[in-house]
């Protein structure tokens, strides 16, 4: 990537109404502050981005109305420590919430979320770029270099990683400007790399089985895309481990290690997931979006959405439906 912000920032912030502010920014000068559309919501994102290795973001805003986000992404690799948070990615599907750390990879494809209105968006973190992960740090380190994604893989959905939450709020804080902020930065994102790759090597030496290999993330990945187009079919263990090359075992021991669910909850949530954009953008009967998202029992369904999401789908409707779409608020 040629610039951070021009390739991978500004694209999502565009589509969320987001525009370039340069009055006086509650974070630090050295960064780019953008500020959302009054009638949208109100509060800041903030970047900085260090040529094209890696930025810095910081979040602090509130959508008035549910947002749901669609765009492009690169390949990069980011961590954020949500302090306040509600919604869920919905490719692949993942509930969002606070108080936890939040690994994702872009792979040249589509990242898909939904943000729930009135809820703060509170978070701060660092997205790195394969000029960073892949060049920057193999030229460095020729004969130490590790690949970062399982070291990465390892912290995603930690409670307590005291160090790393501890850094982040330092980097909130900081207000300082040119070389000073060029160096500071430039330090806390390695110290945060660090970090996490000692976190991932105790981890293995506590826990050797726990290490999932690239080879293993690969294939991993390659069952969730055939999830992800298949959802509402039958889907059998045995099939899935055919994709993956692993046994029954072995592939729901690793799918639980780094998705942090079930295959059956990941299947469920990509079910629930599309039902409610149904729901709230048709007016399909709820027996038929039930059969549509791979269930022939609606009550069974019912019971299901409930469960996942506090209401009953019918219930679901009257809040969020899209009058426009023809749904009638009740």
Known sequence: MKDLVADMHVPCLAKCGFFRDDS?????????????????GSGHYWTYSRENLFSISILDFVFYEDLYLEFEQP???????????????????????????????????????????????????FEITPEYY??????????EYTDLRSAFVSVDGLTHFPELVFLLRQIRQFRGTGIAARLYYESKVAEAVSLI???????????PSKFVSREDLDSLQAVTA??????????????????????????????????K??????????????AEQLLSTTDLP????????????????SELFRKMTGLLPNEYRRHCATPLLGVAKK
């Open 226 to 259: 055939y999830m992800d187009e298949h959802f509402a079919g039958e889907l059998h263990l045995e099939h899935l481990a055919r994709i993956a090359c692993m046994g029954t075992t072995k592939l729901k021991y690793t799918f639980k290690l780094v998705y």
């Open 286 to 301: 709820i027996s038929q979006i039930a059969q549509i998202v791979g269930y022939h029992n609606s009550s069974r369904f």
């Open 75 to 125: 390949k990069y690799m980011s961590l954020n420590y949500y302090d306040s948070v509600a919604g869920e990615e919905l490719h692949p599907p993942k509930r969002l919430s606070s108080g936890y750390i939040r690994v994702h990879f872009g792979c040249n494809n589509v990242y898909r979320a939904r943000y729930e209105k009135n809820v703060p968006i509170r978070s701060t973190g």
């Open 261 to 274: 669910c079930t295959i059956t909850e990941y299947i469920q949530n990509k079910r629930m997931s599309h």
């Open 134 to 143: 892949e060049d920057y740090l193999q030229t460095k380190y020729p004969d």
């Open 197 to 207: 790759v000692e976190r991932a090597k105790q981890q293995k030496k506590a826990h």
């Open 24 to 40: 006086p920014s509650p974070y630090s000068q050295a960064g780019t502050c953008f500020s959302i559309s009054p009638e949208k």
